[in-house]
Nanobody, 120 residues
Framework: EVHFAVSGGDSVQAGGSLRLSCKAS????????MRWYRQAPGNECELVST???????WYQDSVKGRFTISQDNSENTVYLQMNSLKPEDTAVYYC??????????????WGQGTQVTVST
């Protein structure tokens, strides 16, 4: 069964940093790209960053230069390093494999997200 164990969320002040981790199971991690999503209260789910099987990365414009996605295939884990955090980064963060429907990115079907709260 596909599952994503997400951790690392916390409450920080603006300008701070956090590293989120997502340990995947139930599929061949090396064969799949990975995605980070987030959903703020009252907002739609949004795609934050992706990493493909060949290591190519993509970032939403609002996080470019501040967030870095990476993965450790030996640990079946994808990370999201978040620096220079802003209050607008406040959201519940989820991860998912690239082969899963993107419209379920924040649904929590395959594991709970982690809360990131950034205060001024």
């Amino acid at each position: 069964e596909v599952h994503f164990a997400v951790s690392g969320g916390d409450s920080v002040q603006a300008g701070g940093s956090l590293r989120l981790s997502c340990k995947a199971s139930g599929f061949t991690f090396d064969d799949s790209g990975m995605r980070w999503y987030r959903q703020a209260p009252g907002n739609e789910c949004e795609l934050v960053s992706t990493i493909s099987t060949n290591g190519r990365t993509w970032y939403q414009d609002s996080v470019k230069g501040r967030f870095t996605i990476s993965q450790d295939n030996s640990e079946n884990t994808v990370y999201l390093q978040m620096n220079s955090l802003k209050p607008e980064d406040t959201a519940v963060y989820y991860c998912a494999a690239g082969f899963l429907p993107s419209n379920y990115g924040c649904a929590g079907h395959w594991g709970q997200g982690t809360q990131v709260t950034v205060s001024t």
